[in-house]
């Protein structure tokens, strides 16, 4: 949020008009992008998202063959709305400009789906003990 990079681009789903902007490169050494360039942190954060997204379904279609318990199961699906939820969140969030109200929904749903994995690494841990 101190670099202000949700500002850099309100297009959706290229960024000023690329699927990779050339700015994203644009600071020297190199590795500074990562920490300093908002282009570059906002590309990240953007594509991240949806390799989360990716991750965690294929994780719950993993779980599925698994044997798991209900509250594991119901766990798994809660943190693939959340974190469905947080792009759909993220995507408006760009679209519209970064509205404060939105922009504090899109960080509450962070600290919503950071618990909900917490509860989850813990259901996951409780399951492997009592095989």
Partial sequence: A???AGQ??????????AWVPEFIWSMQPWFINFFENPFMVHFLHRWNGFVVLLLAGLMLLQF???NTT???QLGLRMMLVLLAAQVFLG???VL???PVVLASLHQAFALLLFVTLLVVLF????NSFNR
């Fill in 91 to 93: 995507i408006l969030t």
């Fill in 8 to 17: 850099v681009s309100n297009t959706f789903p290229k960024m000023a008009g």
């Fill in 70 to 72: 209900f509250a594991m």
């Fill in 64 to 66: 599925r063959k698994e």
């Fill in 2 to 4: 101190g670099l202000r």
């Fill in 123 to 126: 259901q996951t841990r409780e």
């Fill in 96 to 98: 519209l400009q970064v």
